[in-house]
T-cell receptor, first 115, second 113 residues
Framework: DTGVSQDPRHKITKRGQNVTFRCDPI?????LYWYRQTLGQGPEFLTY????????KSRLLSDRFSAERPKGSFSTLEIQRTEQGDSAMYLCASSSRRAGTGELFFGEGSRLTVL | AQSVTQLDSQVPVFEEAPVELRCNYS??????LFWYVQYPNQGLQLLLK??????LVKGINGFEAEFNKSQTSFHLRKPSVHISDTAEYFCAVSDPPDYKLSFGAGTTVTVRA
């Protein structure tokens, strides 16, 4: 399978703990995006990378959130000192700038529940 | 900034009946438009996209959408739905060069026998 993969698919944690999500994009896709989706809402943009450079961060991305893409391949999204309001589905997507179609390919998401 | 309004939050429909999901966007520049579908506990799958050219776009699973620039709309239609079309549908807009997608709040389609 050469689609976008995310790990873990589900994470239950206690308030105050740190969590990390990993995203493996489609091979050779140079752009990688993180979105957050809460119940009954559409996905909201968090941040995106072109290769290893983080080019934009949403105001939704508080200082407790950090994303990296160290070698321009996989990416991690870490949430420190989790709060109940962080409970959501975290979606990763990738795209090819060269294709120029704007289509994002999404993974199946990592669902976070903060108790 | 782009914004997308999906005018219907829930659409119940009987099997084999037609369905239309409405989407309006706000943008003063040329944009790319998309419809994605999300089945329970899954990620988003592209149904169709409008980049340029013909305003009637055909997608997967029998869906089609019409781009109307003057009304800034991109409504999704299917002439005959199946039970398996029960899902959440999202309209999205992006513009170059970052292709960051802005999504609507979604429309839940429930198909009943």
């Amino acid at each position: 399978d050469t689609g976008v993969s995310q790990d873990p698919r589900h994470k239950i944690t206690k308030r105050g703990q740190n969590v990390t999500f990993r995203c493996d994009p489609i091979s050779e896709h140079n752009r990688l995006y993180w979105y957050r989706q809460t119940l009954g809402q559409g996905p909201e943009f968090l941040t995106y990378f072109q290769n290893e450079a983080q080019l934009e961060k949403s105001r939704l991305l508080s200082d407790r959130f950090s994303a990296e893409r160290p070698k321009g391949s996989f990416s991690t999204l870490e949430i420190q000192r989790t709060e109940q309001g962080d409970s959501a589905m975290y979606l990763c997507a990738s795209s090819s700038r060269r294709a120029g179609t704007g289509e994002l390919f999404f993974g199946e998401g990592s669902r976070l529940t903060v108790l | 900034a782009q914004s997308v309004t999906q005018l219907d939050s829930q659409v119940p429909v009987f099997e084999e009946a037609p369905v239309e999901l409405r989407c309006n966007y706000s943008s003063s520049v040329s944009v790319y438009l998309f419809w994605y579908v999300q089945y329970p506990n899954q990620g988003l799958q592209l149904l169709l996209k409008y980049l340029s050219g013909s305003t009637l776009v055909k997608g997967i699973n029998g869906f089609e959408a019409e781009f109307n620039k003057s009304q800034t709309s991109f409504h999704l239609r299917k002439p005959s739905v199946h039970i398996s079309d029960t899902a959440e549908y999202f309209c999205a807009v992006s513009d170059p060069p970052d292709y960051k997608l802005s999504f609507g709040a979604g429309t839940t389609v429930t198909v009943r026998a």
